[in-house]
């Protein structure tokens, strides 16, 4: 499914680039077609992160979490990458999924 995806990302933004191309004398369209664009790269990257980090049990379980208990506000994870060479460093990532 994720090759197909990827397909229609890369089709879309081809048929972006026509489009920029084709309505380049109107200012609206060319400003509505590059934030297209930008917003299609954005849709690849999260999909190759996906398929480079498997997100998904990760999604399961936040749906297991929230079957077991539906008036649960938070979910904390820690991810380790790696081992501890010197000393931990973290990067804290806050998301809003409602």
């Given amino acids: 499914m994720k090759t197909t995806i990827k397909t229609h990302i890369k089709e879309l933004q081809l048929s972006c680039e026509r489009m920029l191309l084709y309505h380049s004398d109107n200012k609206m369209?060319?400003?509505?077609?590059?934030?297209?664009?930008?917003?299609?790269?954005?849709?690849?990257?999260?999909?190759?992160?996906?398929?480079?980090y498997n997100l998904f049990p990760v999604s399961e379980y936040i749906e297991e979490l929230e079957r077991i208990d539906p008036e649960l506000t938070h979910i904390d994870f820690s991810i380790q990458l790696k081992e501890v060479a010197s000393e931990k460093k973290v990067a804290k990532v806050n998301a809003k999924l409602f």
């Fill in 29 to 52: 369209l060319i400003s509505y077609f590059k934030d297209l664009k930008e917003k299609l790269v954005y849709l690849q990257e999260l999909t190759d992160m996906e398929q480079r």
